[in-house]
């Protein structure tokens, strides 16, 4: 069966800026994909590709094995979602502005109107003009629209930039619900909380390339084999520690130390450390975040501007 997106060797260029350096994306049927990178790393170009709004200057995207390029507007049957910003008309409700985007969507796309609105949670304020919403109100009437075409997959870029955390949270609730109702989702992001809450699957880009594409518990899992030790005595368990077959990386903290081994070694560490009348206060496994893993992948360490919501 295709896949819902299977983007190979995607390449934009703008003058000297390679935006997007030769992207190989697959996104799979029932995936909550997160397209995670900082400002400037060509996610929006991406997407703007998938959506087949520009063309790229080399390589493919087929959504569900057909490219809007070489099939036009056909090959987004079952396809919406938004770069950047919905648009709507302010002066009118936001019933009044799906209506009209039904319209031009066509089919049954306005018996879909009701559903669309109670899904996002603006029933309520339906006939409410759009210029009294809030930001996350104008963003969910944005997947209201998109929901109009009855699609199978939804692309949303940047969904929850510039909210309130309220307005995130219900974003956030908003993104589940739609993957829980069987939508596959593809969303970029520069947040690396949002992706780990959301996404089962991630690519994470930088510069235009991407560094990392996989399932997101495999890639934490995948730094799994670090240790934070507490004892009575972390001096001379340092000590030990250092010179233990299968123990690695020990390193002095403040909590204590950190040491890298397989599970064997660890146990065989801990046994040595009580014969020496070294007591165990704490033993934790350590788990790197997405946030560690992201700057280890593309900087090395943190760049302030990536760490702001
Ligand atoms: N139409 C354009 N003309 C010239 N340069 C562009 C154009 N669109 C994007 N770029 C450049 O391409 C690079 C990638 O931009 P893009 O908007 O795709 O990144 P992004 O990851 O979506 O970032 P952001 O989170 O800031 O939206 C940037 O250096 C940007 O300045």
Known sequence: MSQAIEARGLVKRYGPVTAVDHVDLTVRTGDVYGYLG??????????????????????????????????????????????EAPRFYPYLSGRRNL?????????????????????????????????????????????????????????????????DPAGMRDMRVLVHRLAEDGLTVLLSSHLMDEVEDLCDRVAIVTRGQ????????????????????????DEAAAAIAHRWFGITNVATTTRGIEFAGDERAVAALTLELAQKGIGLLALVPRTATLEELFFRMTEGTPEPALEAA
């Open 210 to 233: 991407v560094v990392y594409e996989g399932a997101l518990d495999e890639l934490i899992a995948s730094t799994a084999g670090r240790y934070d030790l507490r004892t009575t005595d």
């Open 99 to 163: 209506e009209l985007v039904a319209a031009l969507d066509g089919g049954d796309a306005p018996e879909r109107i009701d559903d669309a609105l109670h899904t996002v949670d603006l029933a309520k304020r339906s006939h409410d003009k759009v210029k009294g919403y809030s930001h996350g109100m104008k963003q969910r009437l944005g997947i209201a629209g998109a929901l109009l075409r009855d699609p199978r997959l939804l692309l949303l870029d940047e969904p929850t930039t510039g909210l």
């Open 38 to 83: 900082p400002n400037g790393a060509g996610k929006t170009t991406s997407l703007r590709m998938l959506l087949g709004l520009i063309r790229p200057d080399e390589g493919t995207a087929k959504l569900f094995g057909r490219d809007p390029l070489v099939e036009g507007a056909r090959a987004l049957d079952g396809v919406a979602g938004f770069v």
